[in-house]
């Protein structure tokens, strides 16, 4: 089913559903960010077992989070990083804030997370944004938008593939 409005995007996301995320041109480089993303709540505690399971990967898989950047520092412990918009780094998950974003949360207690602002990605902020002020949380699960061993989803119709041969039932364009 295809999805044009970021609420019912979020609503999907709090009824535990993954949302595949499609808009504008596709990222380059190994991470998903926002352009071609599935998203899902890090607040699940069996959140990477299910994604997981989604994508056809190994068990042990992490996920990444992207966090609102003005939210960053109060829910990991970034240090001198200021900002981290590739999910470049593994940052320490603060102790109080492990076990509300436990699907994204590593077993050393890191998470690989990418910073978001309006300006780099304005749609995926105000999603991020939404889920915020409904949960408090402004985080959400991301990882990359294809199942295990495929290429990035590239066109719509890669997406609309993609869903057919999982079990992905929604699909946001926002654009």
Same mark, same amino acid.
């Given at each position: 089913?295809?999805i044009? +409005? ?7 996301i ?9 808009? #504008?041109i596709s990222?380059?480089?190994?991470r998903?960010l926002?352009?071609r993303?599935l998203?899902?709540d890090?607040?699940n505690?069996?959140g990477?077992?299910i994604? /997981?399971t &989604?994508?056809?990967?190994?068990w042990?898989?992490?996920f ?6 003005e939210?960053?520092? #109060?829910?990991f412990?970034m ?6 918009p590739?999910?470049?780094?593994? &940052? ?8 509300i974003? +436990?699907?994204?949360?590593?077993v050393?207690? @890191?998470?690989?997370?990418? @910073?978001?602002?309006?300006k780099q990605n +304005? +749609? ?5 944004k ?5 949960t408090q949380?402004?985080?959400l699960l /991301? @990882?990359s938008?294809n199942?295990?061993g495929? @290429?990035?989803?590239e066109?719509k119709? #890669?997406?609309? #593939?993609t ?5 992905? /039932?929604?699909?946001?364009?926002p654009n």
């Amino acid at each position: 089913m295809i999805i044009t +409005s970021k609420e019912e995007a979020i609503e999907k996301i709090l009824s535990q559903e993954i949302v595949a995320l499609f808009q #504008d041109i596709s990222e380059y480089g190994p991470r998903a960010l926002g352009n071609r993303s599935l998203l899902f709540d890090p607040r699940n505690k069996d959140g990477k077992d299910i994604v /997981n399971t &989604i994508k056809k990967r190994e068990w042990y898989r992490p996920f990444a989070g992207t966090v609102l950047l003005e939210h960053a520092k #109060d829910w990991f412990e970034m240090g001198r990083i200021k900002e981290s918009p590739y999910m470049s780094y593994a &940052i320490p998950v603060k102790k109080d804030k492990k076990e509300i974003i +436990s699907s994204i949360t590593h077993v050393d207690g @890191t998470c690989r997370i990418q @910073t978001l602002t309006k300006k780099q990605n +304005s +749609s995926f902020y105000d999603l991020i944004k939404l889920f915020y002020n409904k949960t408090q949380v402004p985080i959400l699960l /991301n @990882t990359s938008f294809n199942l295990a061993g495929e @290429t990035l989803v590239e066109t719509k119709e #890669d997406a609309l #593939d993609t869903l057919k041969r999982s079990n992905i /039932n929604y699909l946001y364009i926002p654009n």
